[in-house]
């Protein structure tokens, strides 16, 4: 039997990946990798939404496949890519913009969420017309299935409909993607802010833990984690968010079950705990650090590998794009 496919992306917005893109996301991608025909891009062109200077956007773009790399993204068991590298993703994207309603495309909240925080003047089209680059990226492979974390729930869901809209208006050309979320991970918590999304576009870093941080930066601000009233270590989203998205963190990586965790500290203070959950963060990241440093001081070998990527998503994403052209009656 033939594998199922998986398709995900991630965008090179910052110079580092954060916790909640690792917990959320790409932990799923290394699991997936193993049994799925697995494609996993980074967007390059999506980061293209935010403005950038080319020196410091080139220099993400080859930090996040290093990092993919580092934290056990394999490019033999899985095609990892650049988006702009296939070029077909832009061209479906425009076939799918022509069958997008303008306010189907408005209703997407990531997209009025960051319109509203920039103004009209300040809000570029494309990131208007983004969530349909996205619905490309996906159709083109003919996903099965596409591991994000929750804010991307709507996006799949417009890429799904645009998937059956086409079909069923042409040809059955796009086979029809679940995203694929897991519960418990899919919303990782700032550290200052517990109720809110860790996020890149945070107005502060100082709850935001990100990959490359080095230990000492990482311990610090686990230290600093804003938690509840109380002093119990148990995990209740309602009136504990904070204890709980540090449980959460603790028990996705240590793997032990939230349970077990409430068990172990029971008794013992905050301090400790969030001590524990530090060192079981940092004992996960420096190698990736490390592992990410090293892949960058090869650089030569890090694009063979994305050249390597491109061209066997390149013959994957063409073929769909012909049939799609074809099905629309392009000549
Ligand atoms: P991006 O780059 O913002 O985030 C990458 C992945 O990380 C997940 N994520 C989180 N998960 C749990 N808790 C959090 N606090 C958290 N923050 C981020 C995101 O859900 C995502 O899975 N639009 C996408 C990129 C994209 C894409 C695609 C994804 C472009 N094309 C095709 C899948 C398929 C984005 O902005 O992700």
Known sequence: MSKKRVLSGIQPTHDSFHLGNYLGALKQWVELQHDHDAFYCVVDLHALTIETDPKVLQKRILLSAAQLIAIGVDPSKCTLFIQSHVPAHNQLAWVLECITGFGEAGRMTQFKDKSQKGGTDRTN??????????????????????????????????????????????????????????????????????????????????????????????????????????????????SKPGISNLLTIHSALSGKSIQDLEGEFSGKGYGDFKAAVAEVVISKLEPIGKRTKELMDDQGELIRILNKGAARANEVATATLKAVYSAIGLV
């Open 125 to 238: 089209v494309g990131l208007f017309t983004y969530p349909i680059l996205q619905a490309a990226d996906i159709l083109l492979y003919q996903a099965d299935f596409v591991p994000v974390g929750e804010d991307q729930r709507q996006h799949i869901e417009l890429t799904r409909d645009l998937g059956q809209r086409f079909n069923s208006k042409f040809n059955e050309i796009f086979n029809i993607p679940q995203p694929q979320i897991i519960k418990s991970l899919a919303k990782i918590n700032d550290l200052q802010d517990p109720t809110a999304k860790m996020s890149k576009s945070a107005s502060s870093m100082a709850g935001v833990i990100e990959l490359l941080d080095s230990p000492e930066v990482t311990l610090k601000k686990f230290k600093s984690s804003v938690t509840d009233d109380g002093k119990e270590v148990k995990f209740d989203e309602k």
